[in-house]
Every structure is written in structure tokens, then in C-alpha cells.
């Protein structure tokens, strides 16, 4: 890639990185580089330079900073040529690779007056410094990333006047030789690096440190804190976060009397803060202590002397409220305010009342009772973000007396107000940028004062009583990206002015009683990604090529659409879900669907007909399959199978954000975004689907849901199936199959299983693991089928004979009672043609068998004749 260099001779600043230049002879005017004596600062990183790049600075005397990462340098390399830079002090030679370090440091201790040094994610291999070399002036050494060996550590040590050394992400395990000489260290910053425990025994020894960053290094005692951290009596900045870190802060923590930025968040730490030693860091501006097990007292009495503080985190902790507690004005004025956690029931702290410079504040999660803080607002002219979710807040929504010009973040989500959302709330607070009121009792319809919100991007009214129109909020929102209408009474038809939202994302009006048609002006809203319009009255059928640019989800379920699916979605290349159940569409399920990288396919209780696409087979990313209670015929697609190790896998770019209803165990669910990556399933009963079911289908082991049933399949259970390891749902009931049920007893995650009305034969399967639980409600209606839970036996109560293998009995002791009536007619015709057969052939047998016959004939008539009274009185009269 070629870049012009023209008219730069009094440039101070020159960035020409990351354009992957092959080299100095690539700069068109490269020469007049040289000329540039007024040029300090220098970027020429991500490029492609070599070596040579380094003989054209050297003319570039008011050179001060220098950015030369990310090239194609190799040691060794000469920097000599940059000794006459008397003003150069910062070098970024970041991600380079060395091996045998004496050439660079002869060329480092050229630069003596640099002071600032870049060589993070770069490989060393042996020393880098020594006492001898010119580098000992360097103040600030960064190697974040980097591999480093044990000697080039060691090395480190004669860096004697160094102030700043970074070692953060390193790729290797850190051990205190060559640091503890380091007298004159004062920021050390080893976040994210594994550390030696004998170096966090022994870290007191740098004295002089003043900032402090062990960020999730892993560490899991608190006994260093005693032995070493305790003994820095001049840090002003600690920062042990994320790591696991258990038991009580220890109480020589109070020493540290310097300490001004204090991180314990993420850890596993426990206590009372009103007895730990944090009452005695009187000096602390800034206090994170979020998400650990501390118990903190609402009242914030501990910090009262804190005359300094300005920011305290604290999520995820217990808050309670303190006993015999004499309340104290507080000293500190807090900026940033952060509380929140279970524990606590009652009304907002007294300590608010007196703060007014509030900019932040979260008190979530706490279960407050009390009435909303309209003067906490009032109060606090600067405050720019609240957050008051999931609390017991309750009564109408009061405004503070005056109009606030700050506030542009507002949740008072999940809590208990009710009323009407007041009138002027658009005039009172029109600066609002993030508006978010769901789950509580509003009712009435929606202020026209909400036009006066021109920054309003995002607002959630979800869950509430709301009624009436939703275009008095869309007169004059015109900056909206995410409107969340969902769950309330709202009437009217979409309005046309949400055609003048441009940067609308989202928009969720679901679960109210909409009606009208889609809108054609929809399909052309550039920036619409998320549509949920389901379980409204909208009616009419879908309009034509309806595919806004970069839509991913559409759900329009439980509507009254109606009419053929025919090209409304075509040429849709980033949708993800495309929901439609529950409507009256119908016709065929058009070939395009296949071309669009669908993840979930809903398509639910219509009147499609036809066979279902092949093309279905072509998506890589699918999940879900719902194409239940339709009139589909033909046969499953063989198709369904597992093609590559993705399908049917957790879904690695892009996540549906809204949540999808699916039938499973029976039931409907919601599965919720963060669940529907982790989930598969197929539904595709209550249609007149015929043919074998094809056994690829189980080579989808990681399938949760699989449901065939109410169709016309014939044929024997796949033994395949045996490897959906993950199924949790089976249900074949209602179709013809036949054969035995396969070996299905190691399908462990199994909790609904049913073959129901069927032609199954054979014994059901062995009561163990999940399959102990599945009552006589799965088997029922295979007469064929024996076996517990069934009441019918496989096995005769009284003794037999002993049995041979004639191939007569089935192994499992059971007889096909079909063939046994077909063997026994067949026999007795047998005896009977052989026994006319010898008739015919032998006159003295055809003799002998006459005569037996006459005789058997007298013989009963004069039987019946002497035991019947009426036949005796005839004869005896007729004598």
C-alpha cells in the first residue's frame, strides 16, 4: 500500500499505522521524512517495515514519541543511529520477537534520554538490562503480554530508577527476584499474570509503591495481606479484585492510612463492615466492595468520618439495619453510589436526605418500601443516572417541583407504583435518554408530553395496565431505538408516525390488542433488527419482500394474518427467527426458507399443506423446528441429520434477544434468550406426515425436544435413537408404528416419553433410570404390548411344559396370536383333507367308517328318545 508524504516540513504529528505498508520505499515522498525536523510524535505502528525503517529517523531531531509496534522487525537491530534524538523519550516497540537480548540493550542504552518504554506482547529470550547499560533512566517499563524467562526478570533489577512497571497478562509465572530492588518502584500493575506465593509474602519490601494492581491473578489466601500488603503504609491505590480471596479483611489493613482507591470486589470476603478496619481508611475516595459475602448497614455509618469518598460500590453484599443506631450527619458528599442486595425492607436511608452531589445511584435489589424519591431528584441537580429496580416502591409516580436538566437515565422497573403516569413527565424531566417503567401498576393511556423527550432512544412500558393509542408517544420521539410496549391494553392500529423512528432497533408491542394490517412502510426501516407484534388482532396477509434491511427476528404468532407465505420473507439474509404460529396462513412452505440462515423456524397451528421443503436441510444454525398442527404430508426429510458438528450446537455470533415459546414436556415455555442458544428441538405432530421415520434423525444427539406425533407413520422405532444422550422429551404416540421399542434405558436426561397408540409388540422397557417414572399413560394402546406398567403380562401364570426351539415362541416368551389362528386353521384343514384322503383310497377303512357312522346315529336317537318324556309317551301310545 502506497501513502503520500507532501508538504509535512513543520508537522509536529504524523500517524501513518495500521495502513500494512511493505516499506520504507512504499512511502511515496518517503525521502522528505528525513526533512521533517519539526515532527515529535511518530506513528508507524501494525505496518509492514523491517529493520531499515529505523535508519530514517535518526535526521528527526525534535523526535519525542515514536510508535514502531506491529511491524516486521527481527532482532538484532541497531538503534545507534537515534542518539542525537535529545528530546526522544517514549518508544512503543511492542510485539516483537528477540532472541539474545545484548544487541537490543547496546541499542536501548544509545537512547539516553528515554524514559518511557513499550515492549509488551513481545517473546525475550535472557537478559535485557544491566547495571553497565544507559537504559537505567527508563521510569516507566511496559511488558504487558509478553513471555519472559527468569533471568530476563532477574535483569530487572538494574532498572534503579524506574517508577512504573507494568506486567500485566504475562505469560509466565511471576516470582520477586530482580523486583525487590527495585527501591524507587511506585506503580506496579501485575492484573490478570499468575503469581508466586512467596512473592506476596515478601512485596512489603517494596516500599515506595503506591499503586498496587493484583487484578484477577488468581489469588486464594488472605494470608499474604498480613505478611505483606499490610507493611505498604505509602499505597494510595489497591486493587485485589476477582480473585478468591475468603475470610475477614484483616485488621492491620487499618495501617494503610495512605490509601485512597480500594478494590476488593469479586472475592469471597465476609464480615460486619462496621467492625472491619475499613472504619479507620479515613482517606478513601474511592471503595469497591461489590459481590462479596459483607454485611452492610443501610444507614452507611461506618463511612461517616470518610470526608473524602466519592464513590462506593457495593453489589451484591447483605444489607441490613443497624440496632441502637444514633444517627450522625455524614461527612463525605458521595458522587457515586452504588447499594444494592437482599436483606433489607424498609424506607430509603436518612443519609440521602443530606447529599447533593449525586451524579450516579443504584439501590436495586433492596426490597426498599417506601414511596418514589422525587426529592433525591430534586436534591441532586447533577444526578445523570437511577436505578431503582426491583424494589416494593409503591403510590403514584411524583415529579420533583422543578424541571431537571440532568437526568437521562430513569429505572423504577419492577416495583409496585400505580396510577397514572403523570401528565408533565415529558416537561419535568426532558432530557431523558433511557426511560425503562415496566412491571408495575400504570394505568391510562400515554402523556403527550412524552413528545418533549427528543433524546428519548430507549423506553420500556412493558407489563403495566396502559390503554388507548400509542401515537401520542411517537409524535415527537423521533430518537428512538428501543420502544417495549408488550403486555398492557393498548388499542388502534400501528401508527404511521413511528415510520419517522430512523434509528428504531426494536419494537415490541406484543400481548395487546392491536389490530389493522402490517404496514407497507415497515419493510423499509433500515435500522429495524427486532419485530413483536405477536398475540395482537392484526389481521391481512403478509405484505410483499416485507425483509427491512438487517432484520433478525420477526414474531407475529397468535394473530389473524392470513393469505400465503409466498416471497414475504425472501432474500431476508440476517434473519435469525421467524415465529408466524398461531395464525391462518396457508399453502405451501415456500423453497426460499432454505436461503436465509434461520436459527428457529415457528410455524405453528396454520393450514400449510404440501411436503415439508428439503431445503430445510441447508441451515447450518437451526434449533428450532416447529411446524406442528398443520396439514403436512409425505415424509420426514432424511435430510435432518447432524450434516457438520455446528448443527445443532450453541449459536456462536449472533443470539436471538426475545424470547421464543416452544412445546415441550407437554407444556408451553418461554425459553429466554440466554437459554435458547443451549436449546434444539423438533416438533412436528398433528400433521398427516407418512412413511418410516428416518433413522439420521438420531444423529441429532444434542436434540432436546423431539415430538412426531398424531401423524401416519408406519415402521419400526429407529434404534438410532439410543444416541440422543441429551433428549429430554420423546413423544411418537398416535401413529402406526409397529416392532419392538428399541433399547432406549441410557437415555438419562429423558423426563416425557411416549409411544401411545401404536402397533408396538413386544415387552415395554426395563423400569430403570428415568424410565422407572414413565407411568401406563406412555404405552397404552399397543395391544401387542406387554410388560410393566402395562397391566398385561408377557408371561403365562400357569407351569407349561418345557419349551423347545421350534421357532413358535418368541424369546421373550410372548405368541404373535395373528399367526397362531393362521397355523391353526391351516392344521385343521390339514387333518381334515388327510382323513378323506385315505377314505377315498381304502374301500374296507370307507366301510369301517359308514358303518361307525350308522351306528353312532342309532345310538343317539334311541338315546334321546329314552331320556326325553315327550318322545316316551309317543312310543308307548303307539304300541
Known amino acids: ?120 506482547w513481545s517473546n525475550f529470550e535472557g537478559t535485557l538490562f544491566n547495571k553497565g547499560s544507559n537504559v537505567t533512566n527508563v521510569k516507566e517499563l511496559y511488558l504487558d503480554g509478553s513471555s519472559l524467562d527468569e533471568n530476563f526478570l532477574q535483569s530487572l533489577e538494574a532498572l534503579s530508577s524506574l517508577k512504573l512497571l507494568s506486567l500485566v497478562q504475562l505469560n509466565c509465572t511471576l516470582s520477586i527476584q530482580g523486583l525487590t530492588r527495585l527501591k524507587n518502584l511506585e506503580h506496579l500493575y501485575l492484573n490478570e499474570s499468575v503469581i508466586n506465593g512467596n512473592f506476596l509474602q515478601i512485596i512489603g519490601v517494596l516500599s515506595s509503591l503506591k499503586t498496587l494492581s493484583m487484578r484477577g491473578c488468581e489469588l486464594n489466601s488472605t494470608m499474604f495481606m498480613n505478611q505483606g500488603l499490610c507493611e505498604l503504609k505509602y499505597v494510595q491505590s489497591l486493587d485485589i479484585s476477582y480473585n478468591e480471596l475468603s475470610g475477614s479483611l484483616p485488621l492491620c489493613l487499618a495501617n494503610l492510612t495512605s490509601l485512597q482507591q480500594l478494590d476488593l470486589s469479586k472475592n469471597h470476603f465476609i464480615g460486619n463492615i462496621s467492625l472491619s478496619p475499613l472504619r479507620s481508611l479515613t482517606s478513601l475516595q474511592y471503595l469497591a466492595l461489590s459481590y462479596n459475602l459483607f454485611q452492610i448497614p443501610i444507614s452507611l455509618s461506618p463511612f461517616f468520618n470518610h470526608s473524602k469518598l466519592k464513590y462506593l460500590g457495593s453489589r451484591g453484599n447483605e444489607i441490613f439495619v443497624e440496632t441502637n443506631h444514633q444517627y450522625l450527619n455524614p461527612r463525605f458528599q458521595l458522587e457515586w453510589l452504588y447499594l444494592s442486595g437482599g436483606g433489607y425492607c424498609g424506607a430509603f436511608p436518612k443519609f440521602l436526605h443530606h447529599q447533593h452531589n449525586l ?33 416494593s416502591l409503591s403510590g403514584p409516580l411524583q415529579l420533583p417541583l ?153 414474531h407475529l404468532s397468535k394473530n389473524r394474518l392470513q393469505g400465503l407465505l409466498m416471497d414475504s420473507f425472501y432474500n431476508c439474509l440476517s434473519l435469525l427467527v421467524l415465529d408466524l404460529g398461531h395464525n391462518n396462513l396457508i399453502g405451501h412452505i415456500p423453497n426460499w426458507i ?95 406426515l407418512t412413511g418410516e421415520i428416518p433413522p439420521e434423525i438420531g444423529n441429532l444427539s444434542m436434540i432436546k425436544v423431539l415430538n412426531l406425533s398424531r401423524n401416519k407413520l408406519v415402521g419400526p422405532i429407529p434404534p438410532t435413537f439410543s444416541n440422543l444422550k441429551q433428549i429430554e ?73 418345557p419349551r423347545t426351539s421350534t421357532g413358535e415362541q418368541e424369546d421373550n416368551g410372548f405368541m404373535d396370536l395373528g399367526v397362531f389362528y393362521v397355523s391353526f386353521v391351516v392344521s385343521y384343514i390339514m387333518v381334515l383333507l388327510g382323513i378323506a384322503a385315505i377314505l377315498y383310497i381304502n374301500p374296507y377303512w370307507r366301510g369301517r367308517w359308514f358303518y361307525f357312522i350308522e351306528m353312532s346315529l342309532t345310538n343317539c336317537y334311541y338315546f334321546v328318545v329314552d331320556n326325553t318324556p315327550l318322545f316316551s309317551k309317543f312310543r308307548v301310545s303307539h304300541n
Open 1 to 120: 500500500m502506497g501513502v503520500e508524504l507532501n508538504n509535512l516540513t513543520n508537522l509536529k504529528e504524523l500517524d501513518i499505522g495500521g495502513n500494512k505498508i511493505e516499506g520504507f520505499k512504499s512511502l511515496h515522498g518517503g525521502e522528505k521524512l528525513l526533512n521533517m525536523s519539526s515532527l515529535e510524535y511518530l506513528y508507524l505502528d501494525h505496518n509492514n517495515f523491517s529493520n531499515d525503517i529505523l535508519s530514517s529517523i535518526k535526521g528527526l531531531s525534535s523526535l519525542k514519541t515514536l510508535w514502531i509496534g506491529y511491524n516486521l522487525l527481527k532482532g538484532p537491530f541497531n538503534l545507534t543511529g537515534m542518539k542525537s534524538l535529545r528530546n526522544f523519550s517514549t518508544l512503543y516497540l511492542n510485539h516483537i520477537t528477540i532472541k539474545g537480548t545484548s544487541m537490543l540493550l547496546e541499542s536501548l542504552g544509545a537512547l539516553t534520554h528515554l524514559k518511557i518504554l513499550h515492549l509488551s
Open 359 to 391: 451524579q450516579f445511584v443504584d439501590l436495586s435489589h433492596i426490597q426498599m418500601r417506601d414511596v418514589f424519591p422525587y426529592w433525591l431528584i430534586q436534591n441532586n441537580t447533577k444526578l445523570v443516572t437511577l436505578y431503582l429496580l426491583n424494589n
Open 402 to 554: 422543578h424541571s431537571h436538566m440532568n437526568l437521562s437515565r430513569l429505572d423504577i422497573s419492577d416495583n409496585c407504583f400505580n396510577g397514572s403516569i403523570p401528565v408533565e413527565i415529558g416537561t419535568y424531566l426532558p432530557k431523558l435518554i433511557y426511560l425503562y417503567m415496566s412491571g408495575n401498576g400504570f394505568k391510562g393511556s400515554i402523556p403527550y408530553s412524552f413528545g418533549n423527550m427528543s433524546l428519548l432512544g430507549m423506553l420500556d412500558l412493558s407489563n403495566n395496565r396502559l390503554s388507548g393509542s400509542i401515537s401520542n408517544l411517537t409524535m415527537g420521539c423521533v430518537s428512538l431505538h428501543e420502544l417495549i410496549l408488550s403486555n398492557n391494553s393498548f388499542t388502534g392500529s400501528i401508527p404511521n408516525s413511528l415510520s419517522n423512528c430512523n434509528n428504531l432497533r426494536v419494537l415490541d408491542v406484543s400481548y395487546n390488542n392491536l389490530s389493522g394490517k402490517i404496514p407497507n412502510w415497515m419493510r423499509n426501516m433500515s435500522s429495524l433488527q427486532i419485530l413483536d407484534l405477536s398475540q395482537n388482532y392484526i389481521s391481512g396477509s403478509l405484505p410483499s419482500n416485507f425483509c427491512p434491511l438487517g432484520i433478525i427476528e420477526v
Open 729 to 801: 422429551s420423546l413423544d411418537l404416540s398416535y401413529n402406526n408404528l409397529d416392532g419392538k421399542i428399541p433399547q432406549l434405558t441410557q437415555l438419562y436426561s429423558l423426563a416425557v416419553f411416549s409411544v401411545a397408540h401404536n402397533n408396538l409388540s413386544g415387552k415395554t422397557p426395563e423400569r430403570v433410570a428415568q424410565f422407572a417414572t414413565f407411568e401406563q399413560s406412555s404405552y397404552e394402546g399397543n395391544p401387542f404390548l406387554c410388560g410393566p406398567p402395562l397391566p398385561k403380562s408377557c408371561y403365562n401364570t400357569s407351569p407349561s411344559p
Open 594 to 688: 432454505g436461503e436465509i440462515p434461520l436459527g428457529y423456524v415457528l410455524l405453528s397451528h396454520n393450514h400449510f399443506e404440501g411436503e415439508i421443503p428439503l431445503q430445510l436441510c441447508q441451515l447450518d444454525n437451526l434449533h428450532l423446528i416447529d411446524l406442528s398442527h398443520n396439514n403436512l404430508s409425505g415424509h420426514i426429510p432424511y435430510c435432518l441429520r447432524s450434516t457438520n458438528d455446528d448443527w445443532l450446537a450453541p449459536i456462536s455470533s449472533v443470539q436471538p434477544e426475545q424470547p421464543v415459546e416452544f412445546t415441550t414436556k407437554n407444556n408451553f415455555y418461554f425459553y429466554q434468550p440466554r437459554i435458547l442458544p443451549y436449546f434444539s428441538g423438533i416438533d412436528l405432530s398433528c400433521n398427516n
